[in-house]
């Protein structure tokens, strides 16, 4: 999009950050950002945290999400204006077992918005350490409790459930797919 900052798109009428900060709050009791540029969300009411190791892409976000805590951390890309309360409690639950939970669909895996357990955090800083910032390339080295799409369907009535948004293309297509979700026709 551009360089374009996109959890501040309004989808709805809402930004795609105050959508995910609703929901999240729902769901869990502590709710951090993770960023590189802090100053561009100092007015979310949440505490926002640098990297730890600046540089480092969303790898390094989920490894500065860990070092906060000694819990499972539920991570959320800026650019997913539909997840709901009822399928994040569902991913956090399907940690129980594994070191992450992640969803699959047709078009793969999404670690970001998945639930990563304290476990990941050694794992990771020997990645990060080696240089090597792929996400799903740690999946090889955990127990991953996959989240499949029929486990995903009940949860995802319109296909828009984990959309991201990364282009002008995708925008629309979360405009257009919300509205026929809820015009009287596809009732």
Known sequence: ???????????DGRTILDRQLRVLHDVVDHVVIVSSDTARFAEAGVPVVSDVIPGAGALGGIYTALTLTQTPVLVLACDMPYLTASFLRHVIASARDADIAVPRTADGY???????????????????????????????????????????????????????????????RAERGRDRAHSPQSS
Not at 141 to 148: A, F, P, Q
């Open 1 to 11: 999009m551009g360089g374009l900052d996109k959890s501040h798109l309004v989808i």
């Open 110 to 172: 999404h670690p970001l918005c998945a639930c990563y357990r304290p476990s990941c955090a050694d794992p990771i800083r020997k990645r990060l350490d080696a240089g090597t910032l792929k996400v799903i390339d740690l999946f090889g080295d955990l127990h991953v409790r996959t989240i499949d799409p029929a486990e995903i369907a009940p949860f995802d009535p319109d296909g828009l459930l984990l959309l991201n948004i990364n282009t002008p293309d995708d925008a629309i």
